[in-house]
């Protein structure tokens, strides 16, 4: 039974020897295709992009779709490597410019692009193609990579940030978008985590190839290195799409849109309403707004009492308020960023939230601050803290695989969904009450375990549950909504980490250093490697560590609260039974059928193709 079949998702013709023959059999194929999925629609009504990547999808043949495979694997080896990498890194590239405290604001500059960041790269593979949205993606990826390596203070590495984590995101939610074009709801859920594999085997060599460049060469190589090994990865997906869109070309499967503008203007006019700008300024705005003076408030002249800091804060806040007035509107976005009808649908609503929530918690607990504290506290080396705070990698790749099997072979997704909110809150809770100065290895690493199953049985059943709530149109948006959720989630649990980290260690060293060190309270704040530089057992160290703890201890019980809403939000989720459902309905919401029959008159049934 194979996984990777060109004849398995919904847009898929067979492909026969002779051209002539199989350029007729693809037409065909295209045809029905194209009345499955929009029914009554045009050329004009599906994006460009969606047009390109159904024709592309009848000129696979199996051996074409492995090759792209592979290279999506490659891709996401060398990104989840260098993630391992350069998380070890960070702390030592912001200590060198004394400003180790930053890590938080770093970490909120990175979720709020990886938030914002989605829902265009997605509109953008929607108009143009996803072809394009890879090379855009790549691009500024290694652009990110080389400003990171020479920047020279805590301002421009802040800001290539920016590079960095849209080229990083903008290849997460491609990868995501092209299995989800290539594959059945079925085979989805194993498919979906092809970008997660590497993760068994860069969790352990990312934290040791850390260790390696810190001691050989500078933190600056950890990130320099990978401007020249991505693009090399990326080659054979590019190639390959390449030439099955310009198969599809030479077959007249991609139609020609109705020239409506040919100006300048009424192209940018078209490009501004496809992209949805207005809708993307927003967005980015507001994320910004609200989340950065979290984390700036705490070492802000006056804190709260800073005008900046309220004047963002009330900009960001109004920005929020006009965002679903802009999106809801069709004459501003007709085309919109969000799209919004979609959590009218509680599946979608409640998988969004949750997954909003679950990442949230995971920034309380796992990120940013673990990788600290197990130096600081539990003396342990580069290596051995990166791989403990990594093992939630490995193990939540693992389970997901696991329940990814289940999935296919079961039908179904939401019990999963359930059961992993019950053990990512256990582990949650076995942080708070078994961690501590002192505490075993075992009980460190055992607890990481358990969080890490959690994360995975929670994190592929959901978005599986998000996709299938959304038609081959929208499955891009409906992907880009739920990693924009969770992403969103991670930027305001970055944030309020980053400003209690800020506002409690501080006043704990001052609280606690003895009188001969209290001067250097602040130098402690700002270098990791000033702290580590006091040896264990000494009046200073142990100062420090119990101001690591007692913060430690602060953010780990807000990480268990934001988990509360999870395991009634999955309940809401309808329990669909996947075999029957797939893109062919018209109807946005019909070609959903759910497990239990009560419900099947709410949400509608499929018509069979």
Not at 165 to 186: C, K, N, P, R, Y
Not at 320 to 345: D, F, G, R, T
Not at 503 to 531: N, R, V
Not at 577 to 585: A, E, F, P, T, W
Request: aromatic share 10%; proline share 4%.
């Amino acid at each position: 039974m194979p996984i990777i079949d060109p004849r398995s998702g919904p847009s898929y013709g067979t492909m026969e020897p002779d051209m002539e023959h199989e350029r007729e059999q693809l037409l065909r194929d295209e045809s029905e295709v194209e009345g499955q999925t929009t029914g009554q629609s045009t050329p004009d009504d599906i994006q460009e992009g969606v047009q390109k990547i159904e024709a592309i999808n009848l000129t696979w043949t199996a051996k074409s779709l492995m090759v792209a495979y592979v290279s999506i694997f490659l891709m996401a080896f060398c990104t989840s490597l260098e993630g391992q990498t350069v998380m070890s890194l960070s702390a030592y590239a912001t200590s060198a410019f004394s400003k180790h405290s930053l890590i938080s604001t770093v970490l909120v500059i990175q979720n709020v692009v990886n938030a914002v960041i989605k829902p265009p790269m997605a509109k953008v593979a929607d108009v143009f193609g996803r072809f394009e949205a890879f090379c855009l993606s790549i691009l500024i990826y290694v652009l990110g990579y080389i400003q990171m390596a020479g920047s020279t203070n805590v301002q421009t590495y802040a800001s290539a940030q920016i590079f960095y984590s849209a080229g990083s995101t903008g290849l997460q939610i491609l990868q995501q978008v092209f299995i989800a074009d290539s594959s059945d709801l079925l085979n989805r859920a194993f498919l979906a985590l092809l970008p997660e594999f590497p993760f068994l085997v860069t969790v352990w060599l990312g934290p040791t190839i850390a260790g390696a460049v810190l001691r050989t060469s500078s933190w600056r190589w950890g990130y320099g290195m990978w401007a020249v090994i991505l693009p090399a990865s990326f080659l054979p997906l590019a190639l390959t799409l390449l030439f099955n869109q310009r198969k599809a070309q030479r077959l007249n499967l991609i139609k020609k849109r109705t020239k409506r503008h040919t100006s300048f203007v009424g192209i940018l006019r078209r490009t501004w309403y496809d992209l949805d700008v207005g809708g993307l300024v927003l967005l980015s705005a507001a994320v910004t707004l609200i989340l950065v003076p979290l984390t700036l408030a705490a070492t802000a002249k006056n804190g709260w009492k800073n005008a900046g800091i309220l004047v963002m804060m009330v900009l960001g806040v109004a920005c929020l308020c006009l965002l679903p007035l802009w999106e809801s509107n069709k004459k501003l976005a007709p085309k919109p960023l969000l799209s919004l009808h979609l959590l009218k649908q509680k599946t979608a609503l409640a998988g969004c939230a949750l997954a909003f929530w679950y990442f949230m918690a995971f920034y309380f607990s796992v990120q940013p601050y673990l990788y600290s504290y197990l130096q600081v506290v539990q003396g342990y080396d580069v290596a051995t803290a990166g791989r403990v705070t990594q093992t939630f990698a490995f193990t939540s790749t693992i389970a997901a695989f696991s329940v990814s099997l289940l999935i296919k072979y079961t039908r179904r997704y939401r019990i999963y969904v359930t059961i992993g909110c019950v053990v990512y809150m256990t582990g949650l809770v076995l942080m708070l009450t078994c961690r501590g100065e002192g505490a075993s290895h075992l009980q460190i690493l055992g607890t990481q375990v358990i969080v890490g199953i959690g994360g995975g049985l929670v994190n592929v059943p959901v978005q599986l549950g998000v996709q299938a709530s959304a038609s081959h149109q929208e499955v891009a948006a409906a992907t880009a909504m739920f990693l924009t959720s969770m992403e969103m989630g991670g930027a305001v649990g970055a944030a309020i980490s980053g400003a209690v980290w800020s506002s409690a260690i501080p006043h704990k060293l001052l609280q606690y250093l003895p009188e001969e060190t209290k001067g250097q309270a602040g130098d402690i704040f700002g270098k990791l490697t000033t702290a580590l530089s006091y040896p264990m057992g000494s009046p200073t160290r142990i100062a420090i560590n119990r101001a690591y703890q007692e913060t430690m201890h602060r953010l780990l019980t807000l990480a268990v609260i934001a988990t509360l809403p999870l395991i009634p939000l999955s309940l809401i989720m309808v329990n669909y039974k996947l075999d029957k459902m797939g893109y062919g309905n018209s109807e946005p919401q019909g070609h959903l059928v759910p497990a239990e029959p009560e419900q099947s008159s709410e949400d509608g049934h499929s018509k069979r193709t």
